[in-house]
């Protein structure tokens, strides 16, 4: 093999590798605990910046809307979405789902809500840990 030829092969794999593989980027979640996550979803603030919580703009009743979506059967909800025809975001499952959720939230908007009312900026006030915590709770609202 030439050595421009090598040069190119390890410039094509870097530019891959920075592009996720070419296409884009999978959002999963990792391991979370569920009590952890209730607790920081109950919080009134929440992260660094002490953003208005989940709870301050959620329920988890059915049928409660406060500014966003009612969160009871999330986890239900969230099974389906990334099948939906119609998603365009990277999810490839219910827990990927929900992160996206948190971390992009115009990914998904919900039915009747509109884009850019949930803060866009949780994936930098959050640990990452802390959203599949969240996400685990989420996952127990069927």
């Known amino acids: 093999m ?3 030829t090598l040069v190119l092969l390890v410039l094509v794999v870097l530019v891959l590798a920075a592009c996720g593989g070419g296409g884009g980027q999978t959002v999963s979640a990792g391991p979370g605990d ?3 996550g209730q607790a920081l979803f109950e919080q009134k603030t929440i992260g660094k910046d002490n953003l208005q919580g989940c709870v301050t703009c959620h329920s988890t009743q059915k049928d409660v809307v ?5 969160l009871a059967g999330i986890a239900n909800d969230a099974a389906e979405s990334p099948k939906d ?4 975001g990277q999810a490839k499952d219910a827990a990927g789902w929900l992160k996206e959720s948190i971390i992009n939230p115009d ?3 919900a039915d009747g809500f509109q884009p850019k009312v949930m803060p866009q900026n949780f994936k930098d006030e959050l640990t990452d840990q802390q959203i599949n915590d969240i996400v685990a709770y989420l996952m127990t609202l069927k």
């Open 2 to 4: 030439s050595r421009s």
């Open 66 to 70: 406060l500014t966003g979506p009612a």
């Open 85 to 88: 025809p119609a998603y365009k």
């Open 107 to 109: 990914a998904d908007v």
């Open 34 to 36: 569920a009590a952890k």
